[in-house]
């Protein structure tokens, strides 16, 4: 990671080329209905991370809704398009590339974090270091609300499907699970899948 945030991760460059095209699947141009939800009921409060904040629909919002926000994401491209969004909107949301398995490098920790489609992407390896770092930029008390892609969701294409019990298990020594419920990720259509949601779970998990 360079001083500037840059990462030379060569992961980097295929998240990048996702969003050198047509938009991909998952930026919709506007929060997912599950975040505003969490938004309007006031589960955004006091300093918050969006963690893979891709173009920086749920970091703005958060921002719009009163609390310190900072998006994160290993793409330079999706950061750019998000800290211009910022700017034309006129919202005081903060953007930075860094990848996801090193946020403890921030030095900070934040009240609420949010996870909008990533950790699906994670393999069994990587899943616990990433697991890790979500904790280690979270405090004691504070709320993670994570969407992933859910295994309920029939066919093959898209992401790596997540099952409950995955989500269970990754979240136990040193967290407490408050709520996993069924939902679906609004997506832009592909050739692939050519509904425009997708089968995801919710998932409210406390630092303890």
């Known amino acids: 990671m360079s001083e500037s945030g840059v990462t030379s991760d060569p992961t980097a460059h295929a998240w990048d080329d996702a969003y ?4 991909p699947p998952w930026d919709i141009g506007r929060p997912q209905r599950a975040f505003l939800r969490l938004a309007d009921a006031g589960a955004f409060t006091g ?3 969006d963690v893979g904040c891709g173009t920086g629909e749920h970091a703005i919002l958060a ?18 398009s998000a800290r ?13 590339v ?10 900070e920790t934040y009240d609420t974090v949010l996870d909008s489609g ?15 770092a979500l904790r280690a930029v979270l405090r004691e008390g504070g709320h993670l609300y994570l969407m992933g892609f859910s295994d309920e969701e029939p066919g093959d294409w ?8 995955e989500l269970r298990a990754a979240f136990t020594t040193g967290w407490r699970v408050l709520s996993l419920e069924r939902d679906h990720f609004e997506i832009n259509p592909s050739p692939a899948a050519s509904a425009a949601a997708a089968a995801a779970w919710v998932v409210d998990v406390v630092r303890v």
């Not at 290993?74 to 750019?80: C, F, G, N």
């Not at 211009?84 to 930075?96: E, L, M």
């Open 158 to 165: 898209g992401p790596r499907r997540i099952s409950e019990a």
């Open 84 to 96: 211009a969004k910022a700017a034309a909107r006129a919202v005081d949301a903060r953007f930075r």
């Open 98 to 107: 860094l990848d996801a398995l090193d946020l403890e490098s921030l030095g």
């Open 47 to 49: 300093s918050l991370i």
């Open 63 to 80: 921002a719009q809704r009163g609390t310190r926000a900072l998006g994160v994401d290993l793409s330079e491209r999706a950061v750019t």
């Open 118 to 132: 990533l950790f699906h992407v994670f393999d069994d390896h990587t899943r616990p270091r990433y697991v890790a």
């Open 20 to 23: 050198a095209g047509d938009r």
